[in-house]
């Protein structure tokens, strides 16, 4: 036998408090965050913005830009800064491929640690690397919409009729009261 | 110094036979599959007072774990590997150039796609280390860039943490994720002045690059710089390259030319500039040949321009060339970026980084 070094650092076990439930969704500010990954949330994220007003809340859609280079980087962190301290409630996607979950799982993160009610929106195949990714951001109580997968190759009808199927599902993982 | 270096890293007693051990790696998940060295304090030692560096030295921010590499994370893991001792300045650039938020390492590891980092290593440490350059260049010489190139893919699994279908969603991943990809330049046969120094870092540097793949481009019939380049500038631009996609914003395309063929070009492009712009130009589709689905995504990504192509590259600055490989010529090699990242280049010398880097 012979002493050897871990090639592994020790792992942290951070575990941050859930986010309180959102309550009446009447008179909240919710932001929905989008990339320029999926056509598919777009118009997902358009139809959950009409239900929100219908039920009384104000939304505000954002697009997340992808930085090329430091300046870019440093201004579109700013931005977001500016999103989030615009609104009451996020809801974050797409999770929907590897990279664009961890950019969705990262900005759920962003808002979580502005004690912001948030949700993750994930289709169900990506459900496991979002968890993780949250879960190592100290986040393992994340609250998760699932969504169908896939979505993509669907048509644009499909989708939005999706989308509002699965409405009654968003307004339950954001503990919301309609 | 090997006295007085205190290191972090947890002890475990193991065995300290290569297939015993090997076997005990793989099962903690430590390792890649392949044959390990124990890495034991000496040999950690040794490898950290070859890099010149304090062992708490941090090299940056690893993600999706969100760990901070230091010098004893790498040296524990090269020693895994079998790299050389002396490559570890090499191998601390690496890392620094990773961590680099340009290079979107958390995207990178997390990712659909296959995409793995390309270190392209520029001057005289080239031959200190003994890196490929001719025949080969990109794998299959011996020496010590396949264990090099394994050193930073055991750093990303472990210091990273990049765990293939846990934090890691890659579909296929390519051989390129076991021992890496470390080539360096022929700079003695190259008409343009070095990667590095093109790059603003001049002497001896690493560029990382987020690569999909090698794939060869032949043209047995070229008749003249201009167009080998249109060869390989078309070849760039199939459609299923990842900057092609509407939802793609960027990408940086690396491209190697044999020896022979950099001579030809430069014959009617002595500027690397020029040699950029033609290549941009000819990395277009015309709209028409996509499938008619795609057009409105295009569109609305403003991914169409004035003349009815969709171009692979938002400007000529976003495609590296180098010089390397056997004089057989014939061949080139393009390979292919993964989408919304930059290369980073960083010295050799770490007293020109920048704070965090």
Redesign the interface.
């Known amino acids: 036998?012979?002493?050897?070094?871990?090639?592994?650092?020790?792992?942290r076990t951070l575990s941050k408090p859930a986010c309180p439930p959102v309550g009446a969704l009447r008179g909240k500010r919710v932001g929905l965050r989008r990339d320029?990954?999926?056509?598919s949330w777009d118009w997902i994220t358009e139809e959950w913005a009409e239900l929100l007003k219908a039920d009384g809340a104000e939304t505000v859609i954002w697009r997340a830009p992808?930085?090329?280079?430091?300046k870019e980087?440093t201004e579109g962190g700013e931005e977001y800064a500016e999103f989030l301290e615009a609104i009451d409630v996020a809801i974050s996607g797409l999770g929907n491929?590897?990279?664009c979950?961890?950019?969705a799982i990262?900005d759920a993160v962003g808002a979580l640690d502005s004690e912001l009610p948030t949700v993750a929106v994930t289709t169900e195949h990506?459900e496991?690397?979002a968890r993780?990714?949250a879960a190592?951001?100290g986040h393992d109580n994340i609250r998760i919409k699932l969504m169908p997968y896939p979505l993509e190759g669907r048509p644009e009808d499909e989708v939005r009729q999706i989308a509002r199927e699965n409405y009654p599902g968003l307004v339950e993982a954001l503990g919301a009261t309609r | 110094m090997s006295a007085a270096v205190s290191?972090a890293?947890?002890?475990?007693?193991?065995?300290?036979d290569v297939y015993e051990?090997s076997r005990e790696a793989l099962e903690r998940?430590?390792s890649d599959g392949l044959p390990c060295i124990?890495?034991?304090?000496e040999r950690?030692l040794a490898h950290i007072e070859a890099s010149g560096l304090p062992a708490d030295r941090t090299l940056g921010m690893l993600?999706?774990?969100?760990?901070n590499c230091t010098i004893?994370?790498l040296a524990?893991?090269a020693v895994?590997a079998g790299a050389p001792a002396n490559a570890m300045p090499l191998m601390a650039a690496c890392v620094s150039a990773m961590a680099d938020?340009?290079f979107?390492l958390?995207?990178?590891?997390?990712?659909?796609?296959s995409v793995v980092p390309a270190f392209v290593v520029s001057g005289p440490v080239r031959d200190v280390v003994g890196l490929p350059y001719k025949h080969g260049a990109l794998g299959g010489a011996a020496g010590p860039a396949p264990a090099i190139g394994r050193a930073l893919r055991?750093v990303v699994r472990?210091?990273a943490?990049q765990v293939v279908g846990?934090?890691?969603?890659?579909v296929f991943g390519q051989p390129g994720r076991v021992t890496g990809i470390v080539t360096s330049e022929w700079l003695e046969e190259s008409p343009w002045p070095s990667l590095g120094e093109r790059r603003g870092v001049p002497g001896d540097s690493v560029t990382v690059f987020g690569v999909l793949g090698t794939a060869n481009i032949l043209n047995s019939y070229g008749s003249g710089g201009a167009e080998i380049l249109e060869v390989v500038g078309r070849s760039l631009a199939y459609m299923g390259n990842n900057n092609m996609d509407h939802?793609a914003?960027?990408a940086h395309q690396l491209v190697v030319l044999n020896p022979v063929w950099a001579k030809i070009v430069a014959r009617e492009f002595p500027r690397m500039e020029d040699v950029q712009e033609v290549l941009y130009q000819h990395a277009a589709v015309p709209i028409e040949s996509f499938p008619k689905s795609l057009h409105r995504?295009l569109e609305e990504?403003a991914d169409i321009r004035s003349d009815g192509r969709v171009y692979l590259m938002d400007t000529p600055d976003d495609v590296s060339v180098i010089v390397n490989g056997g004089k057989g010529s014939l061949h080139g090699t393009m390979l292919p970026a993964m989408s919304?990242m930059?290369p980073v280049t960083r010295s050799l010398n770490a007293d020109t980084w920048q704070p965090g880097e």
């Open positions: 036998m012979v002493a050897v070094l871990s090639p592994q650092p020790a792992r320029r990954f999926w056509l992808v930085g090329k280079g430091d980087m491929c590897g990279s979950t961890m950019w990262h990506f496991g690397l993780t990714l190592q951001r | 290191l890293s947890e002890r475990v007693d193991l065995s300290d051990f998940g430590w124990p890495p034991t304090e950690v993600y999706p774990a969100g760990v004893e994370h524990v893991n895994m938020p340009s979107d958390a995207g990178i590891n997390a990712t659909t796609a055991l472990n210091i943490g846990v934090t890691s969603e890659s939802s914003q960027f995504p990504a919304n930059l």
